[in-house]
T-cell receptor
Framework: GQQLNQSPQSMFIQEGEDVSMNCTSS?????WLWYKQDPGEGPVLLIA?????ELTSNGRLTAQFGITRKDSFLNISASIPSDVGIYFC??????????FGKGTLLTVNP | DAGITQSPRHKVTETGTPVTLRCHQT?????MYWYRQDPGHGLRLIHY???????DKGEVSDGYSVSRSKTEDFLLTLESATSSQTSVYFC????????????????FGEGSRLTVL
């Protein structure tokens, strides 16, 4: 099946720093989604990308759909303590099923 | 917030016992999913449904069965629970299948934590 490599696995940063994480795959995806999961809750959609090369922002978050359709990145600018959580990428390929990355655990020190 | 309710939210059971988790939605979405979340594995699809009585297997379906007798309810059953099924289970819903624009976006419930002793 299709697999996603999400990196880094975890990040420890200071408040105010920028963050970057990415997902890569050996397969082509038609859609990339980025989710955030707060402790004890379900994932919540942050950004959806539907076209290769697409760059989309949601507040301090920016995500891009790679030109090759095999990767995507998520940037968070000027991090704040409430950014803490697990960030997941998810890709949808030709079989219309979503494949999730293993997540990036973000810790923000005030 | 999407109207998704999972029950129970927490359950401890013993190996060999049957367990049923329930997902109830008030959004009238056609598609419903069951995922499990484990450290180091992220979210893995167990089963999904594309309509009443229409279900299909995901990538980790062994040991699980599902049923959908009404649009709003999707049940996940472990016929004989094993310790390897200790996990956090998430239900998700979407209007259309993933990839079909914003109507294919998944909304998740709050999760059900299952411990099998």
């Amino acid at each position: 099946g299709q697999q996603l490599n999400q990196s880094p696995q975890s990040m420890f940063i200071q408040e105010g720093e920028d963050v970057s994480m990415n997902c890569t795959s050996s397969s082509i995806f038609n859609t990339w989604l980025w989710y955030k999961q707060d402790p004890g809750e379900g994932p919540v959609l942050l950004i959806a990308l539907y076209k290769a090369g697409e760059l989309t922002s949601n507040g301090r978050l920016t995500a891009q759909f790679g030109i090759t359709r095999k990767d995507s990145f998520l940037n968070i600018s000027a991090s704040i303590p409430s950014d803490v959580g697990i960030y997941f990428c998810a890709g949808q390929g030709s079989n219309y099923k979503l494949t999730f990355g293993k997540g990036t655990l973000l810790t923000v020190n005030p | 917030d999407a109207g998704i309710t999972q029950s129970p939210r927490h359950k401890v059971t013993e190996t060999g016992t049957p367990v049923t988790l329930r997902c109830h939605q008030t959004e009238n979405h056609r598609y419903m999913y069951w995922y499990r979340q484990d450290p180091g594995h992220g979210l893995r699809l167990i089963h999904y449904s594309y309509g009443v009585k229409d279900t299909d297997k995901g990538e980790v379906s062994d040991g699980y069965s599902v049923s959908r007798s009404k649009t709003e309810d999707f049940l996940l059953t472990l016929e004989s629970a094993t310790s390897s099924q200790t996990s956090v289970y998430f239900c998700a819903i979407s209007q259309t299948f993933p990839g079909q624009g914003d109507t294919g976006e998944l909304f998740f419930g709050e999760g059900s934590r299952l411990t099998v002793l």
